[in-house]
């Protein structure tokens, strides 16, 4: 009788052999070839919840796959560690933010190392560790030095009652108040840092050098939202100011008859006339207290306010009046914008709502002159449009794009070229007068980084009354900070009322000036953390320079880039990109020779709770990982989170779905440990016998199935095909066979195949069947295709197309024998009923199906 597996002791056992023996320490060797494995770091909320596991764990078991391939793989571990909720912790329970934050990355890297992963903890990095931010501040001196970083003011949501800046998560409910003091927020302009991100917008549209997921491509093609067309130049009545607008349709132009500029255009206050300044400054109000996506939102009901003033249209002299409304957005654009109602949906219902005139200037092959009825978007012929009557215009389409089916489909030529189409024609015009030129825009803005909180990343400037801005010296970083602060009720950054951080002097005059006190928004951190896990770079306060790099440069040569990153699709069009950004920074910088930073990626879902809502403690359905390793083991745990579900989608926890991985594993732990059963024959059988076959064959094809889907992250199936095996191996020890060598290679195969989903139990019965330590330094197992090909395949049977019966045949059955079988099969004889097939076809390896009338 073997001994009962008991997880909570084989489980620690085995965690601190391998952490004694080093196994999963990662260095440099030239004779393999490198794997960089990296998931998402936590952040150090106190807890690993299962959302941590669901990420984790089946990423360590690739990585584990990896290496058994004979890759050298790295697979770090880190913390996010700055950020609001450590800082409302101190305000909440009277702690400070590093106490509470090193308290819970203790606890995490306990609750890390029980789920068994391959972590190399030697490279651990812990970003608000100041060996690590000095690094952030580096950046962000490179980039100040290269031009990408600059100050301007910015808008931020601020509680007038608490005097401080909110974060987005701290405002609340749809009157938009303080989470605090329940004050209506405000929008305030304050002087911020930001990041010049959209210097690469265009490469960041660029996805050749990479394999990500198409959701992920999209997501940032979107966000970047690149789009052609022209910058026209409007002019005000009153003033001759210029309004500068891009339109993608500058063939619309004439069908212009209002402006809309933001609430925020900077010409508001100037333009307004007094009669109407009194509805004009209480609608900015409101629209300041909005949001940029709810001012967005498609479906909203549209509102403006007219300023008085009138601009001037360049392409007919038309005088239009000029409105605010609040979704036109300042961040987008120049903030301004012409109005065509007949060719956009939007527009054309707020001239309706308001009674502005709507001229059709773009018109459907047959139009019969009446007013539309709503914003026509599609290709048509330019009419009321001067000069350009009866040009085609492809609106949306590109030269490119534009096909023989698109022109039937319209009723426009076929032919069409740059100076015979309408947009295209039009802005060469427009550059010819003067008033225009082909403009490409993006929706992607720069990248705001400050944050007026304390637990953060220092920003390394000094504003100094005589000199300016100035950087503080690179030898001079860190600049760390001070923990004797106090942390007001109402949210204030304390760095503002510590004298002695933000009192400093110049370093170019000496004078007394002031220290920058607002933080780095904590995506900086995540920007380049996976250049921190080559090599702990702590040099030590004042030996940093200019030349320095973050990283160990042989270290940096031979490991990077990221092989294979995984994490949240949440991460598409903020992390993820900043960290495009950051990649190809420094490889202009000439700190890296790489264009993306992880060349494939992949995402995985998210576990619900069991009844089916995203997990949360106010609806009580949270599943708490530690109380399921403590009673199953991590193994167990590791193995539902794969099989339950289809890993790139999760779904809800099943508590019952748990129980059949342990019974699995029960079940694997008899098969290999239990004696054999006693034999009536005992005759050893010989290779060639057909049970013998037929276990080698399952082997070999349970070993491809398995390798393939590791592959391609298929966990679920991966894991479905080793139960599969598990069963048949259960009724094979029942039989002579497991007297054979070739059990023992299958009970070997097993075990490999199992060790990088199931990595305790799998070391432990290596173990015990007396083979070398460690399983997880082993080679992957093989398989041959001949050997895995089935020798008897069913071969199914149709009549007109409906199946009728099966048959059991050879593999290499001919067509002939195949075709004589379905026929004289009893379904077949059935449904002929005498009559005589008009035709039978074969499909080989899979089914006969007989045409009868």
Known sequence: ????????????????????????RAKIDSSRPKYYAMTMYPYPSGDLHMGHWYAI???DTRARWMRMQGYNTLFPMGFDAFGLPAENAAIRRGIHPKEWTYANIERMRIQLRSMGAMFDWDRECVTCDPEYYQWSQWFFRKLYDADLAYKKKAPVDFCPNCNTTLAREQVW???????????PVIKKDLDQWFFKITAYAEELLDFNHMEW??????????????????????????????LPIFTTRPDTLWGATFMVLAPEHPLVEELVTDDRRAEVEGYVEQAHRMTDILRETADREKTGVFTGAYAINPVNDERIPIWIADYVLMSYGTGAIMAVPCGDQRDFEFAQKYNLPIPVVVAPKNWDGEPFAEAYVEPGIMVNSGRFNGYPSIGKYSLEEWSPDLAEKYGLPADLRPENEGVRAVTHWLEEKGVGRFAVTYRLHDWLISRQRYWGTPIPMIECPSCGIMPVPYEDLPVTLPEDVQFMPTGESPLKFHEGFRYVKCPTCDEIAERETDTMDTFMCSSWYQYAYMEKHWKGEGALSVDDIPFNAEEGNYWLPVDQYTGGIEHATMHLLYT??????????????????????YNQG?????????????????????????????????GYLMFGFRWEQGGPWSSTGVLGIQRFLERVWTLVLEELPAIETPKTPSPDDDQVRALSRKQHQTTRKVTRDMDRFSFNTMIAALMEFTNYMVKAKETSVAQTKTWDEAIETLLLLMAPSFPHISEELWARTGREHSIHQQAWPSWDEELAAEEIITIVVQVNGKVRDRFDAPVDIGEEEAKAQALATPGAQKHLDGRQPLKVIYIPGRLVNIVVK
Not at 224 to 234: C, K, L, T, Y
Not at 582 to 601: H, S
């Open 606 to 638: 998210i576990i619900l709770g069991e009844d089916g809502e995203k997990m949360s403690k106010s609806r009580g359905n949270v599943i708490a990982p530690d109380d399921l390793v403590h009673y199953y083991g991590a193994d167990v745990v590791r």
């Open 57 to 59: 764990a089946p990423s």
């Open 1 to 24: 009788m073997a001994d009962k597996w008991t997880p909570q002791e084989i489980e620690p056992k085995w965690q601190k052999k391998w952490e004694d023996d080093a196994l999963h």
């Open 580 to 601: 495009r950004f950051f990649t190809k920074a420094m490889r202009d910088m000439g700190i890296v020779d790489f264009d993306e930073p992880m060349t494939r990626l």
């Open 173 to 183: 409910g749809e009157d938009r108040h303080c989470e605090r003091c329940g004050t």
């Open 213 to 242: 997921p198409e959701r992920v491509t999209t997501m940032q093609r979107n966000w970047i939202g690149r789009s052609e067309g022209a910058e026209v130049v409007f002019r005000t009545e009153n003033g001759n100011h210029e």
